[in-house]
């Protein structure tokens, strides 16, 4: 582990890549647990045009898709 620990400090790239397929791992797993994607990623699924909240992380459009669980649908 010291020695794969060395690798990485030596080469920054492999720890920013580290870091970012981490991120995007969370993220994924967090809307996969957290959003039902079969309602929450379609139309009238939430009211149109509310801002940023602790129930919709991004908001959502004028559709009314929540916008976190329509960005985890894509990816």
Request: with cysteine; aromatic share 16%; hydrophobic share 45%.
């Amino acid at each position: 582990m010291k020695g794969f620990l060395n690798y990485v400090r030596r080469n920054p790239n492999l720890g920013i890549g580290i870091l970012m397929f981490t991120i995007l791992f969370v993220f994924c797993a967090v809307g996969y647990f957290r959003y039902d994607l079969t309602k929450s990623a379609y139309p009238l699924a939430a009211p149109a045009n509310k801002p940023p909240s602790w129930q919709y992380p991004l908001g959502t459009d004028s559709q009314g898709r929540e916008l976190y669980a329509v960005i985890v649908a894509g990816t």
